[in-house]
């Protein structure tokens, strides 16, 4: 059945079909339909199943053999006030989604991007983005991606992002899995600063049962007075394992950045933490900050005097210091 489903988004849709669609994505996500200010796009598989856009926003896409095409253009100046939307999303329980995605921020735009990435039933679906982000002089972006998995831990992500961040450009992301099991991770998100740019990355994730996640995250401050900040938070539990590798490399002067990473370990699980600063010019400046520890004892007592088994007190606690 789930077979089927997969082969019937692939071909042509009828706009009652692509609206159902739309109404099970935005369902798993918890999430109501948009007023008519606020920009949105839904993917399910490799279909853009809808769209709405608003002025001096472009958003233009091409079906591929084995995923789609999606080109993202903010014009020069404009400044949306609401967040676009976005929802990639596979609802059967298997099935493979395959985005490539190039986004340009121009001169002086300004935009926040909510994405949520829904897998709710997932036994067997991969989910492979390839992304590139360019922010033209002055322009900024915050971009804030939300997954929402299943219990089973069948997701398989490959998220790979790269973004150049032009003179005094801004670009902020986070990443957010603390629902669900996260099945397998491969993070990759590499940043180029120009001068006078910033860089602010901000991962969150919860890693249960069996599930293995690798991230890299790194910073180039290839122009003057830019600004590099990598952020991992990382719990885990039973026998997850996690693997951060976090990178910053300085080569001009009065540039400045930080890597930290913190991770909560439980039960059989492991972490390595590997963060790496490379200065070049004598005039940078970067530091670095990683911990690896378990959840506070004296927390985890008085939750569980209010009731909680061990594992809710240690996963109420864990959320909170993710959220």
């Known amino acids: 059945m789930a077979d089927?489903?997969?082969?019937?988004?692939?071909?042509?849709?009828?706009?009652?079909?692509?609206?159902?669609?739309?109404?099970?994505?935005?369902?798993?996500?918890?999430?109501?339909?948009?007023g008519p200010d606020t920009a949105?796009?839904?993917?399910?598989?490799?279909?853009?199943?809808?769209?709405?856009?608003?002025?001096?926003?472009?958003?233009?896409?091409?079906?591929?053999?084995?995923?789609?095409?999606?080109?993202?253009?903010?014009?020069?100046?404009?400044?949306?006030?609401?967040?676009v939307h976005f929802c990639f999303g596979v609802i059967p329980d298997?099935?493979?989604?395959?985005?490539?995605?190039?986004?340009?921020?121009?001169?002086?735009?300004?935009?926040?991007?909510?994405?949520?990435?829904?897998?709710?039933?997932?036994?067997?679906?991969?989910?492979?983005m390839q992304a590139d982000i360019e922010l033209e002089s002055g322009a900024s972006l915050d971009y804030f991606e939300r997954h929402i998995h299943g219990p089973e831990g069948g997701v398989r992500l490959e998220p790979v992002t790269r973004v150049h961040v032009g003179e005094g450009a801004r670009f902020h992301t986070e990443f957010e899995l603390i629902k669900g099991n996260a099945g397998t991770i491969e993070l990759d998100y590499q940043a180029e600063c120009d001068a006078d740019a910033v860089v602010d990355m901000m991962t969150r994730i919860f890693g249960r049962s069996s599930d293995r996640i690798h991230i890299r995250e790194a910073a180039h401050l290839a122009g003057e007075r830019s600004v590099g900040v990598l952020t991992s938070h990382i719990a885990l539990k039973d026998r997850a394992e996690a693997q951060i590798d976090n990178e910053i490399v300085a080569d001009a002067p009065w540039s400045r950045g930080h890597v930290d990473c913190k991770e909560i370990v439980q039960g059989e699980a492991k972490a390595r933490a590997v963060p790496i600063v490379q200065v070049n010019?004598?005039?940078?400046?970067?530091?670095?900050?990683?911990?690896?520890?378990?959840?506070?004892?004296?927390?985890?007592?008085?939750?569980?005097?209010?009731?909680?088994?061990?594992?809710?007190?240690?996963d109420m606690i864990i959320e909170g210091l993710l959220s």
């Open 281 to 314: 010019d004598h005039r940078a400046h970067v530091t670095h900050e990683a911990a690896i520890g378990s959840v506070d004892s004296r927390q985890l007592e008085t939750l569980m005097s209010r009731g909680l088994t061990e594992d809710e007190a240690t």
């Open 40 to 83: 949105h796009i839904e993917v399910h598989g490799n279909k853009v199943v809808g769209t709405h856009l608003v002025p001096g926003l472009e958003v233009t896409s091409q079906e591929l053999d084995d995923g789609v095409e999606v080109h993202i253009r903010l014009r020069s100046g404009v400044q949306l006030a609401q967040p």
């Open 94 to 128: 298997h099935g493979t989604q395959r985005i490539i995605s190039h986004t340009v921020i121009e001169k002086g735009a300004s935009a926040k991007f909510m994405a949520h990435c829904t897998f709710p039933n997932a036994v067997e679906v991969t989910h492979v």
């Open 4 to 34: 089927r489903e997969i082969q019937a988004v692939r071909k042509e849709l009828t706009q009652e079909e692509k609206d159902a669609l739309v109404r099970e994505l935005l369902n798993s996500i918890h999430a109501h339909h948009y």
